[in-house]
């Protein structure tokens, strides 16, 4: 590849973008038909919360619309309303955070799946369905160990006690969401795994939803009659502790916009917590914490310029931050030059290890900042 042929490319455009994010369509349908060939005859579907953990929606959707995914989950009512106008008749949304009062009447408008989380929820969607003489969809959750979300032990009594009273809600499935699917040898999930038995056996003939990404290879015994995987779909790894199986989705490269020379004993950034301990060459790069880039790589994270590892030197600022190039000939990065955050020589999920977090929190908080490129 001839490098300085793109790096007099990307000098014209980074004048307007602080860094460049690819987010690869076709990666993401191929992760969505590997996901699916796993599961199968078990259904594939798709969460698109969070703008997609912030890679687009809308773009995400398409793609796995084209894919051959039909069933899509969002987190709040007010996502509905980016995706239902888009998607074609044949697409199932579905609420995971649950039917919120006052909004029943909106949501059955839109034509959406609620994920009933309480009886309250449930009978206000009863109600509703009276209301409107017609029958209305909803799924189930059930607190199987998480305490978040879903039906609590002691409600599911009432629950059985009265579910024939709500006949005008027509339960799709019931599910449950694995609260330590990431550790593949935690006794969680096999607790969760028998309560959610348990609870089919209560309520016979609903079919069961439950792995995430990271459940689905958990194994078969996790799959249910549909799961519900995100992050694997968009390059993070599903599997606590082997090679990612997932294609890479996200690029990330930052533009250089300044460089400079220091002598030793020069303080770098705020809170001076770097002094140069002997002379060195620096680049500052056009993105930070607010685009996405924790704080906590300060004085710990990298970058590459091709197989060279700069280190992330001084604290992380909102809009920039600086890394030592001291090891590339001098004049290899200049103004303009790219240096890669994300990529072949550091992942999605390096970089969240790097900064101490999960690949999901990168990801959802990358912001508006980059210019980007839908491969
Ligand atoms: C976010 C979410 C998922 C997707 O989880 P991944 O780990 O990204 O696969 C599935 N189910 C529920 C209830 C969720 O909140």
Redesign the pocket.
Known sequence: MNERMSMSAAQEIAAAACGYLTIDLGAISRNYLKLAEALAPAKAAA?V?ADAYGLGARPVTEALYNAGCRDF?VAHFLEVAALKPLLPDDVVLYV?NGLQPGNELACAAAGVVPVLNSLDQLRRWSAAAHGLGKRLPAALQFDTGMSRLGFSPTEQVQLKSELADHELVDIRFIMS?LASADEAESEQNDQQQAEMQRIAHEFPGLPVCFA???GIFLGQSYHGYMA?????LYGGNPTASQTNPMETVVGLKIAVIQTRTIPAGTKVGYGATFVAPHEMRLATIAAGYADGLPRSLSDRGAVYFGDQRLPIIGRVSMDSMTVDISSLPVGAVTLGSLVEMIGSHQTLDDLAQAAGTIS?EVLTSLGQRYERQYL
């Open positions: 969460v919360k989950f995971l969401h995430n990404s990271n519900r995987p995100g992050i694997a999901y």
